[in-house]
């Protein structure tokens, strides 16, 4: 069964220094999206990325995050500079069609972001 | 925006007993709400969900039902196995792309 995958499985970086962190979507699937969840709290929605733009974004995501769709295969998620707050688990998701209209994400194993 | 409220935070039950989770929405137009399963480190799945124009479904041991005039939705675990320890996530999505998620319930299932 395909699955979403995510690399790193762990990442550890100094406040204040760049991170990407890296996901590979289902291969047919359209709908692609980050989500982070700070130890212990629930899981918190930070963009949503559709046709080559981004659909949807949450507060959270400011101009300290950017995604990118670079080769038709991986997506990433690119934290500009690193701070304390941004330790989380971050997954990314994919989706055939649209949330909006029901369809199922699946959700990547998460990749665990230390920043010390 | 919608905010989805989750009861209770833990939730501890000795194998074979039932257990239930509840939440509630304020967005009165969520039409769709998943439930997730979350294994400690591991990624959420999807377990069971439910769509505004039902008010109930069944999967095995497990059932969800949505009563829309309350604007509340339950998850009910019948006959809780030890492998049924997780957290479990609900969450309302409406007509944004955005799906809010609750704070998620600890099930542990006592063998």
């Known amino acids: 069964e395909p699955e979403v995958t995510q690399t790193p499985s762990h990442q550890v970086t100094q406040m204040g220094q760049e991170v990407i962190l890296r996901c590979v979507p289902i291969?047919?699937?359209?709908?692609f999206y980050w989500y982070r969840q700070i130890l212990g709290q629930k899981v918190e929605f930070l963009v949503s990325?559709?046709?080559?733009?981004?659909?949807?974004k949450s507060e959270i995501f400011d101009d300290q995050f950017s995604v990118e769709r670079p080769d038709g295969s991986n997506f990433t998620l690119k934290i500009r500079s690193t701070k304390l707050e941004d330790s989380a688990m971050y997954f990314c998701?994919?989706?055939?069609?649209?949330?909006?209209?029901?369809?199922?994400?699946?959700f990547g194993p998460g990749t665990r972001l230390t920043v010390l | 925006g919608e905010n989805v409220e989750q009861h209770p935070s833990t939730l501890s039950v000795q194998e074979g007993d039932s257990a239930v989770i509840k939440c509630t929405y304020s967005?009165?137009?969520?039409?769709?709400f998943p439930w997730y399963k979350q294994e400690l480190g591991k990624r959420p799945q999807l377990i069971i969900d439910?769509?505004?124009?039902?008010g109930e479904k069944k999967d095995q041991r497990i059932a969800v039902t949505l009563n829309k005039t309350a604007k509340h939705f339950s998850l009910h675990i019948t006959e809780t196995q030890p492998e049924d320890s997780a957290v479990y996530f609900c969450?309302?999505?409406?007509?944004?792309?955005?799906?809010?998620f609750g704070r998620g319930t600890s099930l542990i299932v006592h063998p």
């Open positions: 998701a994919s989706s055939l069609g649209g949330i909006q209209n029901g369809a199922e994400q699946f």
């Open positions: 291969s047919n699937h359209l709908y």
């Open positions: 990325f559709y046709n080559n733009e981004i659909s949807e």
């Open positions: 967005d009165s137009a969520s039409n769709y």
């Open positions: 439910i769509r505004s124009n039902v």
């Open positions: 969450a309302a999505k409406g007509g944004s792309y955005i799906p809010t």
